[in-house]
Nanobody
Framework: QVQLVESGGGLVQAGGSLRLSCAAS????????MGWYRQAPGKQRELVAT???????NYGDSVKARFIISGDNAKKTVYLEMNSLKPEDTAVYYC????????????WGQGTQVTVSS
């Protein structure tokens, strides 16, 4: 059984910073990528950032130069450092891990709320 648990969300004032963590447990191997997605009420879930097992990163346009993703495949943990937060960053942030061994497996956390006040 695989479980992903996010932590670090909360309420922060615009311009502030938060650091999200996501730790996976259980039988998870052959990680292809880890990442973060977010979803605000009434909107589609969108890409925040991803990092591959080789270290390549990809960021959504709205968070480039403000957020930094990092990960540790051995520890099965992914982090998201969020800086210069804006009210439009308010959303539920979901951790994601993808694995591949003959077939692709996708795992999601339950989400953590990030609220940025004006």
């Amino acid at each position: 059984q695989v479980q992903l648990v996010e932590s670090g969300g909360g309420l922060v004032q615009a311009g502030g910073s938060l650091r999200l963590s996501c730790a996976a447990s259980g039988s998870i191997f052959n990680i292809v990528s880890m990442g973060w997605y977010r979803q605000a009420p009434g909107k589609q879930r969108e890409l925040v950032a991803t990092i591959t097992s080789g270290g390549s990163t990809n960021y959504g346009d709205s968070v480039k130069a403000r957020f930094i993703i990092s990960g540790d495949n051995a520890k099965k943990t992914v982090y998201l450092e969020m800086n210069s937060l804006k009210p439009e960053d308010t959303a539920v942030y979901y951790c994601n891990i993808n694995t591949w061994k003959t077939w692709k497996n996708t795992y999601w956390g339950q989400g953590t709320q990030v609220t940025v006040s004006s």
